[in-house]
C-alpha cells in the first residue's frame, strides 16, 4: 500500500468586519473550505483597537445554544456577565470558557476602570461545538487564571496550553470532545511539531511569518489541515501564533446567529425562545439585549 499523501494546508485570508470605534474583526472560521476544524466552529481575531477614554467594547446580553465559547487576550480587558450570575473579568493570559449547552445568555463589556482610562483591546474569541450528545447539557462558566494553564517549553518555542491536551500535558479547562488550544512564541529559526493525538489541525499568526509544508503565512493569516501525519511549522522569523484543532465533529452543525446545532429545527426553537423572552435574563445586566435578527 502506497504511503497517504499529505494534504496541502488551506491559507485563510479572513473577512474584516467593523464594529464601530475602530474596533475591526477579522472573522476566519468558518469558511466555505473549512467550516470546522476539529471541533472549531468559529473563529474571530479581535482588533487590536484603541479606546479613548469614556469609550469601549460594550456586546449586549445575547444567547447561545450548542457551543463553548473562549476568549483569550493579547491586551486590555472585558467584563463577563451571564444568565448564570457569573461576573469574571477577564485580562491577558486567563480564560473565560462559556459552556452554553441548552442556552445561555451572556453580555460583554469594557470594565469600569479600563472604560474610565482607555485601553487597547487585542485577541481571539473562539466557538467550539459540542459534541451531539452533549449539545443539551446544563450551561455552565469557568474562569481559569493564568498561574493553572500548563506551560511548555521547547527548543525556541514557549507554548501555554489553554484548553485541551497537548505534549503529554492537559489543560484544567473542562472540555467535551479531544481539541487543543495553545498559545506560542517561536524564536526566528524554530521549528514546532503538532500534538500527535490530533487528526484536525489549524495555525493563526498574530505576528511573524510561518511556513508550513510550503505554505507562508503572515500577520492576520490562517491556514488549516487535516490528516494522519503533518509537517512541523517554521518560524522565519520572531512569531507569535495560535495553534489549535482534535478530532472531527461528530456531523456537521448549523451556525445562525449565535446558534450552533445539529438541526435546523433546534435553531428555530431557539429563536422562538429569544424572541418570546424564554432564556433567563442577565444578572446585573437586565436592561437591554440584542433583538434576534431580520436575516
Not at 488551506?10 to 476539529?38: K, M, T
Not at 444568565?83 to 469574571?88: I, V
Not at 503572515?218 to 507569535?240: E, F, K, N, Y
Amino acid at each position: 500500500m502506497e504511503p497517504a499523501v499529505e494534504q496541502q494546508p488551506l491559507r485563510i485570508e479572513g473577512r474584516e468586519h467593523d464594529l464601530g470605534d475602530s474596533f475591526v474583526v477579522r472573522r476566519l472560521l468558518p469558511v466555505l473550505q473549512a467550516r470546522h476544524v476539529g471541533p472549531f466552529v468559529f473563529y474571530d481575531h479581535m482588533g487590536p483597537a484603541q479606546f479613548a477614554p469614556g469609550k469601549g467594547m460594550d456586546v449586549r446580553p445575547h444567547p447561545h445554544i450548542g457551543l463553548a465559547t473562549v476568549t483569550w487576550l493579547f491586551d486590555g480587558a472585558i467584563r463577563h456577565r451571564d444568565s448564570l450570575g457569573s461576573l469574571a473579568d477577564i485580562r491577558p493570559g486567563e480564560v473565560n470558557w462559556m459552556t452554553s449547552g441548552q442556552g445561555i445568555v451572556h453580555s460583554e463589556r469594557t470594565p469600569p476602570t479600563e472604560r474610565r482610562d482607555g485601553q487597547t483591546l487585542h485577541g481571539v474569541q473562539v466557538w467550539v461545538a459540542l459534541p451531539q450528545a452533549d449539545a443539551e447539557v446544563a450551561p455552565d462558566f469557568h474562569h481559569h487564571d493564568a498561574s493553572q494553564l500548563p506551560r511548555i517549553r521547547r527548543e525556541g518555542v514557549e507554548l501555554v496550553l489553554i484548553a485541551g491536551t497537548a505534549y503529554g500535558e492537559a489543560s484544567p479547562v473542562k472540555v467535551f470532545a479531544p481539541m487543543f488550544f495553545m498559545q506560542a512564541h517561536l524564536a526566528a529559526g524554530a521549528s514546532l511539531d503538532w500534538p500527535e493525538e490530533h487528526c484536525e489541525r489549524g495555525v493563526h499568526v498574530i505576528d511573524g511569518d510561518i511556513e508550513w509544508a510550503g505554505v507562508t503565512l503572515g500577520a492576520r493569516q490562517m491556514a488549516v489541515q487535516a490528516g494522519a501525519t503533518a509537517a512541523p511549522l517554521h518560524a522565519q522569523r520572531d512569531s507569535h501564533v495560535m495553534l489549535f484543532g482534535g478530532a472531527p465533529l461528530d456531523g456537521e452543525r448549523h451556525l445562525w446567529w449565535n446558534f450552533v446545532a445539529s438541526t435546523r429545527e433546534r435553531i428555530e426553537q431557539a429563536k422562538r425562545d429569544w424572541v418570546e423572552q424564554r432564556f433567563a435574563k442577565v444578572p446585573g445586566d437586565e436592561d437591554e439585549f440584542i433583538p434576534l435578527p431580520e436575516r
